[in-house]
């Protein structure tokens, strides 16, 4: 790692701007991977809330690929040496709804860019703004949180700190089983190369992780499905989340949802062992 204090200060301000079609193929096949009964999207239709990141996915070529299967560090986000890599969470706002049909135009711009020092050791917090609009303005105000991690060090390893109890006072729920064909099509539909989502000789054998990682968005992405199975007219105007421990493909775990009051829904991810793994915010219209 590089000596300074924030080497990649010089990245805050960056921005870049991205245009993509909506179309009800991806639509659809997200619809099938998460097992909805949904009828095949038409022009005109909404796109339900968190279903954008199917699109405007990062588009590189092979040779540019890095040994997680990412794109390669610098370019728009900062060329952050460590080598984990997770979405540790995000807030965002829905204005209105994007539709099957609609030219949408994406800007990001990396408003921060934090160095940390861990229990395991450096940590490093980027968080990219995102506005998403059509021809009707803003419809999608996000703000995406990444964290970067070194391996853990064998002969430094600690035991790792327990994960926080998750509630049990759910007033909905379903049980998830993740394996790897969910995650593979997830990653599919999004684009997504990194390896610790369906590479299990790597995720253990290089990352250390005792299986395939669950997606940080395929997580949340699941909290706001099981609301709208249960709440089906449900119309969600703002939505935080955290990821607070890492979900593999050899355990089930299950999405709960309660309303505290008609308006909000404390939505989680609790864990095989009961453990929390994400907790959540919905806020409804």
């Known amino acids: 790692m590089p000596s300074e204090p924030n080497p990649w200060r010089d990245w805050i301000g960056r921005t870049e701007t991205y245009t993509d079609l909506v179309t009800a193929t991806p639509l659809a096949a997200l619809s099938a991977t998460l097992d909805r009964d949904d009828t095949r999207p038409v022009p005109g239709d909404e796109v339900p809330p968190l279903w954008h990141w199917v699109y405007f996915a990062p588009i590189a070529k092979a040779r540019d690929l890095g040994s997680d299967g990412h794109p390669q560090r610098g370019g728009f986000l900062p060329p952050v040496p460590l080598p984990r890599r997770m979405w540790a969470g995000g807030r965002l706002a829905f204005s209105h709804a994007l539709r099957v049909g609609d030219e949408v135009t994406r800007t990001s711009r990396i408003a921060e860019v934090t160095v940390k020092e861990g229990r ?18 803003v419809a999608i105000a996000e703000e995406h949180d990444i964290v970067y991690r070194d391996l853990p060090s064998p002969a430094a390893a600690s035991p790792a700190a327990r994960p926080a109890a998750a509630p049990t006072n759910e007033q909905y729920r379903r049980e998830i089983v993740p394996d790897p064909v969910l995650l593979f099509r997830y990653s599919a539909l999004t684009f997504n190369g990194h390896r610790i989502h369906y590479d299990r000789s790597y995720v253990t054998g290089v990352e250390g992780y005792p299986g395939l990682i669950v997606h940080g968005p395929l997580i949340a992405t699941l909290l706001l499905d099981n609301l709208r199975r249960h709440h089906p ?11 607070l421990s890492p979900l593999f493909d050899i355990h089930r775990f299950t999405v709960c949802g309660r309303a505290d009051d008609p308006q909000h829904h404390v939505l989680w991810a609790r864990n095989h062992e009961g453990a929390l793994a994400m907790d959540a915010t919905a806020e409804l219209a």
């Open 120 to 137: 395991t050791g450096q940590l490093v917090f980027v968080t990219v703004q995102h506005e998403y609009a059509d021809a009707r303005g």
């Open 233 to 243: 007219d449900a119309r969600v105007r703002a939505f935080r989340f955290r990821a």
